[in-house]
């Protein structure tokens, strides 16, 4: 796992473009603290930078930049190849003398041998890579196929800039910042900014499993390539449907069971210390007894508790550690050292994001990060085999409520929202032991508040919006901004299908995955050093699961029925049959008290009205109404506060940049060495495990460059 930065730029000439690659690197070192590397080439004005974790062959044969054995190609790349040996061990390259067991060095093998796009269709695994051809004079970008990875790009300021994190890009000098209002207002309904947007005008995300090629021509004309797709979330889908798997459901459980072994065998290949976050939930559950039927020792595995019952999974985590016999973690967090995190997430995360599950996926990467360097997590399986309450609940809700007449749904509507969610959570609570265990549900006053915003909604693509929106209507709280058009506001772009709950899956997996899960998991992961691994999002995994008939996978109360039968072949049927709580953390109630002053002075009427993103009038009376108790905005508030939080680091950001430049150029002109060979500069150091000393000096076996170890 790594970071991956660079500029494409003709022009005008670059002043110390090794060193400002340098700086770029930098931003990112908690993505690669083991190693980093740059390279510049004059002729063309690329450059690529590169920090590295090392995973998979430590030693400095794994370096990147990486050139092609022919020397046409150079790359920089983030994430995992999986199969890179099966690849490797392809008959087209057995003549090759290669010189490490890295898996980038056998990505470039393959692109040499066989062309960029037959190599993509080759691939399974997470990565975001920049490839310069030499030959052909352009850059390929290019994300996998699920997003696991992240890559942001773009012009600004005439210079083409790429990187995995934003920070990167605000370290070039040239590089201006310009926040697009307009997206804003996506965050405010979704609490995330959906690709291909992000904070600032003209940076877009890569869409997953796409790559976008780049000339010179391009970079002269300030065009971006069109981005093409190499493997189409869609065309899966429709395949899977239409043909179905057939035989008996034993047949079909064994044959799920055969291909996540798979997927998580190859996920568990690493030269450093690996183990797994285990939430005692049903697919991080299934991740560990696949890992320790595949281990010959206990695996390590990781999770964190809260005080409050609501939000701790500690107990049920920890029975199912003791059953699989797990080599088991545990970190009760207090409310001050979660709180403590807040102030660090504009920063972690570059732009304003706001799943406030991002506290504790934090926390427990951070924890985890202490006892290993590879975690693997049950990320995907919700989306994969319907997971979420909407899968079921949803679908059955929308085609009951549609039979009854409009003043109906809306008195239904009033009489919810006559009770506050924390009115409606005591009252199941103590109906708890009288309830049939189906009906059961964590933060059910959160859950009807919600449905009674979409009581009223007639079309299934309306009320699937809806319900995966907080602010309905954005343009009431911002000030001269329109929402962007999106995957999800598209309905007519919509995937094509009669069944309410494979279109939900279908959008699930094209927006909230990866623009939301797998952005949470890999900054927070990234930002303690953290490689995370995700056996759900295996090709295979994903492939497979949209031939299994639905009625295995969902009943009117209940998903994921097909994982959970295979899970019970390992654990106890009582010891997983519970109630989803999700990942959180009690919002509500500290925005009441805990951060009542943080979130008041951020929200400060004075304050908003000087900023001039938000109507002022309109957030006050929503965050006195939360205040109150008589309604829950947690999530309405959140999605400001994250924003107002990221815009005052943005603002440090601003002023501190020159300073904090020119102390980034005087450290590079005096630290690791450069050598300029022919038309291109090299710049690397190596913290790799086989050579420790910073003061040994070494030269690389391509002649191209010295490095200082």
Known sequence: MCGIAGFFCQSEYMNHPQVVLGSMADQMAHRGPDDAGTWYDNSSGIGLAHRRLSIIDLSCEGHQPMHSISGRYTIVFNGEIYNFQDIRANKAFEDIKWRGNSDTEVLLAAIETWGVEKTL??????????????????????????????LYYGFNNKILFFASELKALKAHPKFKPDIDRNVVSLLLRHSYIPAPYSIYKGIHKLLPGSFCRISLDDIRQQCLAKVKKYWDLNQIAVQGIQNQFIGSH?????????????????????????????????????????MQKISSKPVKTF??????????????????????????????????????????????FDEPFADSSQIPTYLVSKMTRNHVTVALSGDGGDEMFAGYNRHFWGRHLFEKMNRFPSFLRKGTAGLINTFSPETWNNLFSKMGSVLPEKYRQTMPGDKLSKLSAVLNVKDRKQFYYDLTSWWKNPKEVMINAYEPK???????????????????????????????????????????????????????????SWQIPLN??????????????????????????????????????????ELFEWASDLLSPDTLRAQGYFNSEFVSNTWSAHLSGQNNYQYHIWNILMFQAWLEEEKKYGSDRNDSQFFRICYRLSGPFIERNGGSWTHSFCLCAQSRSRNKKSISKNGCSISRH
């Not at 890579?129 to 990875?149: C, I, N, T, Y």
């Open 121 to 150: 269709d080759c691939l399974n695994g997470m990565f975001a890579f920049a490839l310069w051809d030499h030959q052909e004079r352009s850059l390929f970008l290019v994300r996998d196929p699920m997003g696991k990875k992240p």
């Open 250 to 290: 034993a047949d079909l459980e064994n044959t799920l069971e055969d291909i996540l072994l798979k997927a998580v065998s190859r996920r568990m290949i690493s030269d450093v210390p690996l183990g797994a976050f285990l939430s005692g939930g049903i697919d991080s559950s299934l991740i560990v007894a696949l």
């Open 303 to 348: 999770t964190i508790g809260f005080e409050s019952k609501t939000y701790d999974e500690a107990d049920s985590a920890r029975k199912i550690a003791a059953h699989l016999r797990t080599d088991h973690t545990e970190l009760f967090v207090s409310p001050e050292q979660a709180l403590e995190v807040i102030p660090k997430l504009p920063r972690l």
């Open 486 to 544: 999106t995957v999800l506001n598209s309905f007519d772009d919509w995937f094509n299908t009669e069944d309410f709950t494979h279109l939900m899956q279908m959008m699930d997996m094209l927006t909230y995955l990866p623009d939301d899960i797998l952005t949470k998991v890999d900054r927070s992961s990234m930002g303690a050093s953290l490689e995370a691994r995700a056996p759900f999002l295996d090709r295979d995994v994903v492939e497979f």
């Open 552 to 593: 295995a996978k969902i009943s009117r109360h209940e998903g994921k029925i097909i994982l959970k039968q295979l899970l019970y072949k390992y654990i106890p049927e009582q010891l997983v049959n519970r109630p989803k709580s999700g990942f959180g953390i009690p919002l509500d109630t500290w925005l009441r008290h």
